[in-house]
């Protein structure tokens, strides 16, 4: 309009302006088509369009120009103001109001735009929204195109937790009861993160240290960033496919709360309880909650504490192995006592009883307790140490276990000893 | 076996010498118990984390890829 030639438009102005302003495609498609068209002579107005009213313009003409001027004229900005008016349309975009005390200013999120935005905003709402100013022709009005949408006090956020919170409960995902135990000794862990992360490796570290025998299979996927929770329902998703972990970590480690929101999107949480394996979820560090972690079999506060959380500790099985050793041998040892006994009656009540035949279990018992004296706790009495033990064969180990007066029995190296305890026993502080 | 088969395998051992039992059928026990003991220990020792990557084939069967 502020020109004298109009008629040369931009490339990509829509064709309807040009319609308009020459009253019938005069441009036409193929006249843009390769090779270069000729140049298209255009009748030279006298003075310009809406000059007279006789060369007046369509209304649409004018709310087109000023679209122009003013997508020309300002680039894409954050603009703060409250919220009012707020409504999501049956066509999927919203539409609301910014204002402040003097102004305000209609504005629309396209549908397609909203996935930029955690949760729709509410009325009253102090936000920042990010986007660009354009002319509603239809209206005639001035509209601002929103894309990005922050909320004071990350009200916005807030609020997405509940409601994706408030579904997965409505759909029993909470539930306590759906936690599954951990297998103790995992023979194949699923590892859903970046494959180049320090989670994969702060996981791999521990359970070097922890374990041996187990394979990690990397199950890779972007774990920040607007593709991230596709890609984390994918691999979780194909672990599910896979079919050959008997347990899944999913996670990342620490991070601004914006690059681990993936997390707590509703579809990664919903793929996390359909894993049909268990399930631990490492989002972040100790404070960092997320919506994967109420669902998940178990939260681990980071990476690494998965790992731990995931195997038992070699400190630990050596001790179990070191139990199982002490039940069996003191078990063992029993049972040859219990047979020498046994003989020992057998020799004194039965005079019919050859001495041969008891030399040779004799000497068999030997043999077993020759073998039986492999075991450190025989071995441990040869050194010189002894053990005391109640009327009922429980051994006693600490002085809690005597009484004043009580007899036992102290097995020695080479025999046992009756006793008696004098005195009070003393404890002594540890 | 697997360590968590052997793990399983001397609790029975330990809780059937614990009962009352034949002396021939408590040593075979109790030297059972000492060989999985051993190859326990054995294993515990012998540290070896191996670190695959699962990789979808276009007809969307997998692979397990050794990483590095």
Redesign the interface.
Same mark, same amino acid.
């Given at each position: 309009m502020t020109t004298r030639r109009t008629p040369r438009r931009a490339e990509g102005q829509s064709e309807r302006s040009d319609l308009d302003l020459f009253g019938g495609g005069l441009v036409s498609d193929v006249a843009r088509s390769e090779p270069p068209p000729p140049p298209i002579e255009y009748a030279e107005p006298d003075g310009y369009p809406g000059e007279t009213a006789q060369s007046a313009v369509a209304v649409s003409i004018l709310t087109q120009t000023a679209r122009d001027v003013i997508e020309g004229a300002f680039i894409p900005l954050w603009v703060r103001g409250e919220i009012s008016d707020f409504k999501s349309h049956r066509n999927g975009h919203w539409y609301f109001c910014l204002r402040d005390s003097t102004a305000q200013i209609r504005c629309v999120v396209w549908k397609r735009d909203q996935r930029g935005i955690p949760a729709a905003p509410d009325d009253g709402m102090q936000v920042a929204a990010f986007g660009r100013l354009t002319v509603y022709a239809a209206r005639g009005e001035m509209q601002y195109a929103v894309t990005k949408m922050e909320a004071e006090g990350d009200g916005l956020r807030r609020k997405a937790l509940e409601i994706t919170r408030a579904r997965l409960e409505a759909d029993g995902l909470l539930a306590l009861e759906r936690k599954r135990p951990l297998p +103790?000794?995992p =023979?194949v862990i699923?590892v859903v993160t970046s494959?180049d992360g320090a989670a994969l490796h702060d996981i791999?570290a521990v359970?070097?240290?922890r374990?041996?025998?187990?394979?990690?299979?990397?199950?890779?996927c972007a774990v920040q960033g607007e593709s991230a929770p596709e890609e984390i329902c994918r691999a979780l998703d +194909?672990?599910n =496919?896979?079919a050959?972990a008997d347990l899944v970590i999913v996670g990342r480690g620490g991070g601004s709360r914006e690059d681990l929101w993936a997390f707590n999107h509703e579809q990664v949480a919903r793929a996390v309880a359909a894993c049909h394996v268990p399930i631990i979820s490492a989002v972040g560090h100790e404070v960092d909650i997320s919506i994967c972690d109420l669902v998940a079999d178990y939260r681990a506060p980071t990476p690494s504490a998965a790992a731990e959380a995931a195997t038992p500790s070699?400190t630990e099985?050596?001790g179990?192995?070191r139990k199982?050793?002490l039940?069996?041998?003191g078990?063992?040892r029993?049972?040859?006592r219990w047979?020498t006994d046994r003989l020992r009656h057998l020799a004194r009540d039965l005079s019919s009883c050859s001495a041969e035949q008891i030399s040779t279990r004799q000497t068999k018992?030997e043999t077993?307790a020759g073998?039986?004296h492999a075991l450190s706790p025989l071995a441990t009495l040869s050194r010189g140490y002894s053990v005391a033990r109640a009327a009922d064969g429980a051994t006693l180990g600490s002085a809690a276990a005597f009484q004043d007066g009580m007899p036992f029995d102290l097995i020695v190296r080479d025999g046992t000893v009756p006793a008696q305890v004098r005195g009070t026993p003393r404890e002594q502080a540890s | 076996m697997t360590f968590e088969e052997r793990l399983a395998r001397l609790e029975q051992i330990a809780a059937e010498l614990e009962g009352d039992v034949e002396l021939a059928r408590a040593l075979a026990l109790f030297e059972e118990g000492i060989e999985n003991l051993r190859a326990a220990a054995a294993e515990l020792g012998n540290a070896d984390t191996r670190v695959q990557q699962l990789i979808e084939r276009a007809d969307g069967t997998f692979e397990v890829e050794t990483r590095e």
């Amino acid at each position: 309009m502020t020109t004298r030639r109009t008629p040369r438009r931009a490339e990509g102005q829509s064709e309807r302006s040009d319609l308009d302003l020459f009253g019938g495609g005069l441009v036409s498609d193929v006249a843009r088509s390769e090779p270069p068209p000729p140049p298209i002579e255009y009748a030279e107005p006298d003075g310009y369009p809406g000059e007279t009213a006789q060369s007046a313009v369509a209304v649409s003409i004018l709310t087109q120009t000023a679209r122009d001027v003013i997508e020309g004229a300002f680039i894409p900005l954050w603009v703060r103001g409250e919220i009012s008016d707020f409504k999501s349309h049956r066509n999927g975009h919203w539409y609301f109001c910014l204002r402040d005390s003097t102004a305000q200013i209609r504005c629309v999120v396209w549908k397609r735009d909203q996935r930029g935005i955690p949760a729709a905003p509410d009325d009253g709402m102090q936000v920042a929204a990010f986007g660009r100013l354009t002319v509603y022709a239809a209206r005639g009005e001035m509209q601002y195109a929103v894309t990005k949408m922050e909320a004071e006090g990350d009200g916005l956020r807030r609020k997405a937790l509940e409601i994706t919170r408030a579904r997965l409960e409505a759909d029993g995902l909470l539930a306590l009861e759906r936690k599954r135990p951990l297998p +103790r000794f995992p =023979r194949v862990i699923a590892v859903v993160t970046s494959p180049d992360g320090a989670a994969l490796h702060d996981i791999v570290a521990v359970l070097h240290r922890r374990v041996a025998n187990v394979r990690v299979v990397v199950v890779p996927c972007a774990v920040q960033g607007e593709s991230a929770p596709e890609e984390i329902c994918r691999a979780l998703d +194909r672990v599910n =496919r896979w079919a050959g972990a008997d347990l899944v970590i999913v996670g990342r480690g620490g991070g601004s709360r914006e690059d681990l929101w993936a997390f707590n999107h509703e579809q990664v949480a919903r793929a996390v309880a359909a894993c049909h394996v268990p399930i631990i979820s490492a989002v972040g560090h100790e404070v960092d909650i997320s919506i994967c972690d109420l669902v998940a079999d178990y939260r681990a506060p980071t990476p690494s504490a998965a790992a731990e959380a995931a195997t038992p500790s070699r400190t630990e099985l050596v001790g179990d192995l070191r139990k199982l050793s002490l039940r069996m041998s003191g078990a063992a040892r029993g049972t040859v006592r219990w047979h020498t006994d046994r003989l020992r009656h057998l020799a004194r009540d039965l005079s019919s009883c050859s001495a041969e035949q008891i030399s040779t279990r004799q000497t068999k018992l030997e043999t077993i307790a020759g073998r039986l004296h492999a075991l450190s706790p025989l071995a441990t009495l040869s050194r010189g140490y002894s053990v005391a033990r109640a009327a009922d064969g429980a051994t006693l180990g600490s002085a809690a276990a005597f009484q004043d007066g009580m007899p036992f029995d102290l097995i020695v190296r080479d025999g046992t000893v009756p006793a008696q305890v004098r005195g009070t026993p003393r404890e002594q502080a540890s | 076996m697997t360590f968590e088969e052997r793990l399983a395998r001397l609790e029975q051992i330990a809780a059937e010498l614990e009962g009352d039992v034949e002396l021939a059928r408590a040593l075979a026990l109790f030297e059972e118990g000492i060989e999985n003991l051993r190859a326990a220990a054995a294993e515990l020792g012998n540290a070896d984390t191996r670190v695959q990557q699962l990789i979808e084939r276009a007809d969307g069967t997998f692979e397990v890829e050794t990483r590095e």
